[in-house]
């Protein structure tokens, strides 16, 4: 017997939307689901910066346990809602790039060798991988001097709109306006204690 088919699941704010858009990027199959391996790049093109780590996070609370190695958007859009509206995965701000870069900038000079970014990207901390390398290499490497101006670099970062996270911003001060504005329950107990006085 075949299986029937999920009802296409609809959005219920901008967010969701947003998310969705995303996912059926790479939801090669039409069945609301993506291979596990695709996640990172979802998170990446939603603005979100997620470590190897919190990708892997992501995968656990979202992947399909009868159908491992699959994650269903029905699992996904509300555990991405619920980060993004949390600032999960937010991008560091210019500032703490610039103070990174500084640091690791000993002489001042304003700029990074490629062979020195290349080990601080490839080797320390939570290493690249050399096709991230590679990508990023395209925007952060100045042709003409071969090195990383890093404030130049930055900027080219910022440009990129946090409109997702934006738009999670809108949706969870309107879910406390409405919050404050319903009127509180009250107990049981105290409505009989007010009706007796």
């Given at each position: 017997m075949a299986r029937r088919e999920e009802p296409k699941i609809q959005p219920n704010n901008d967010l969701e939307k947003k998310i969705i858009e995303a996912f059926?990027?790479?939801?090669?199959?039409?069945k609301q689901v993506v291979d596990v391996r695709e996640i990172g790049t979802i998170l990446r093109s939603l603005g979100c910066c997620p470590t190897e780590a919190e990708i892997q996070e992501v995968i656990l609370a979202t992947?399909?346990?009868?159908?491992?190695?699959?994650?269903?958007?029905l699992n996904f859009l509300p555990f991405l809602s619920k980060a993004m509206t949390e600032h999960r995965f937010y991008p560091a701000s210019a500032e703490m790039l610039l103070a990174a870069f500084r640091?690791?900038?000993k002489d001042g000079r304003g700029f990074l060798t490629k062979e020195r970014f290349a080990q601080l990207m490839l080797e320390e901390g939570e290493p690249f991988t050399q096709e991230e390398f590679d990508e990023m290499m395209q925007t952060a490497l100045d042709p003409v001097t071969n090195n990383i101006t890093y404030e130049y670099y930055i900027n080219q970062l910022m440009v990129a709109p946090k409109t997702v996270y934006d738009i999670a911003d809108m949706l969870e001060a309107e879910r406390k306006r409405i919050e404050a504005a319903a009127p509180k329950k009250r107990r049981a107990s105290e409505l009989l204690r007010a009706a007796q006085k």
């Open positions: 059926e990027v790479f939801d090669h199959s039409g992947e399909n346990k009868e159908a491992t190695g699959n994650v269903p958007l640091y690791f900038d």
